[in-house]
């Protein structure tokens, strides 16, 4: 039997992440009842058609009487978002989000949610390429990580807070930890945000060459090109986001990434096919590692089906 961990919901944005949560909650339980809203129209009605839960008008609405308050907007508008929703929270009510950047996300909530709302920022560590409302579906947080960067400083309430959050995303089948949010800025910028920055410029690159390549770059292109488009066609308002709310980890990490390239970059210049060896080997172990670690298979499958572990 599906458990209940909060009597009403309120998800506002009904893009991949909000959807599936409302498709989740129907599907693994979590919830007695799911309110959704979104600041497009268009959104709205589609979601009424296909998403479950109970599509409403306005933020006050929607967050009216909600234990729980989940934000999936780009991470750009949070605080905006929380400013325009906070008169109408309950008291006691947990705040969170799905945002990708964490010390971002946690400013803009605390600084806008009134006194007595367990503010506890989240991040599910699934996507796929796809946005909108028909993009959600109930198994995206199968066996997905999903990190908590909950405040330092807690009370028993809000402890208790961070415990009935976990048991609601462990009910929808995500696996949950907790994560200080300047750490998890930094993992996620060599995890995702940087191999995301990579592929929208390889992909902008072939973009070029295909003007002066009659068609080849696409006639031709192999399954590692495929795979860099597939990850290049995510939302660009959410990366755009995510990029300038994480620049610093983000550029500190480029910058690392642009001095082991140069590296690879004078060995193929030189002729330097011992470092080449070096270097292509130790980046096979990383990859002996995720498929021990569960988080993909030796499958060849170049068409990439998702497997929910993109964001």
Known sequence: MAAIVFDRIAIIGIGLL??????????????NTVVLYDDDKRARDLAAKIVPGQIVDTLSETV??????????????IKQVTEGLASALKPGAILTDVGSVKAHAADGMMAAAPAGVHVI?????????????????????QDAWHLLTPATDQSDDYQAAVNQLTRFWQQLGAKVEQMDPQRHDRVLAITSHLPHLIAYNIVSTAYDMESVEDGEVVKYSAGGFRDFTRIAASDPVMWRDVFLANKDAVLETLGRFSEDLAVLQRAIRWGDGDTLMKEFTR?????????????????????????????
């Open 18 to 31: 909000g959807a599936s949560i409302a498709h989740a909650v129907k599907a693994y339980g979590g919830a």
């Open 64 to 77: 009216c009487g909600a234990d729980a308050v989940f934000i999936c907007t780009p991470v750009g508008v």
């Open 121 to 141: 920022p989240g991040h599910p560590i699934a996507g796929t390429e796809r946005s909108g409302p028909d993009a959600g579906f109930a198994s995206l947080f």
């Open 283 to 311: 980046a096979r172990g990383i990859r002996k590692a995720i498929i021990d670690a569960g988080l993909d298979t030796e499958e060849a499958d170049f068409g990439r089906r998702s497997t929910g572990q993109d964001d």
